[in-house]
């Protein structure tokens, strides 16, 4: 089966700066695009960005020019580095990937666990 483990969240003052990151792990033979999206208390959840495996990028307005989304492809893993953090930024913090398993015929999306970031005014 297939795994996505994220890890980073946790406490910031606005202004600070947290790295985000999940690795995928298991029986994989493919991982398609890579996305964080979020969801903050009694809001929809959100693509915040997206990265493609040949590593074209993109972002919600909301984030853009403070968040950088990256990948590796060696480990799995896919970061999202958060800069200019405000208090609008805190939510849960979701992980997505598109993996083709080893043994599936088509592939399928695959979610982490969510990791929460609040960020103090």
């Known amino acids: 089966q297939v795994q996505l483990v994220e890890s980073g969240g946790g406490l910031v003052q606005a202004g600070g700066s947290l790295r985000l990151s999940c690795a995928a792990s298991?029986?994989?033979?493919?991982?398609?695009?890579m996305s964080w999206y979020r969801q903050a208390p009694g809001k929809q959840r959100e693509l915040v960005a997206r990265i493609q495996s040949a590593g074209a990028t993109n972002y919600a307005d909301s984030v853009k020019g403070r968040f950088t989304i990256s990948r590796d492809n060696v480990k799995n893993t896919v970061y999202l580095q958060m800069n200019t953090l405000n208090p609008e930024d805190t939510a849960v913090y979701y992980c997505?990937?598109?993996?083709?398993?080893?043994?599936?015929?088509?592939?399928?999306?695959?979610w982490g666990q969510g990791t929460q970031v609040i960020v103090s005014s």
């Open positions: 298991g029986s994989i033979f493919r991982i398609n695009a």
């Open positions: 997505n990937a598109v993996i083709l398993g080893r043994l599936a015929v088509v592939a399928r999306d695959y």
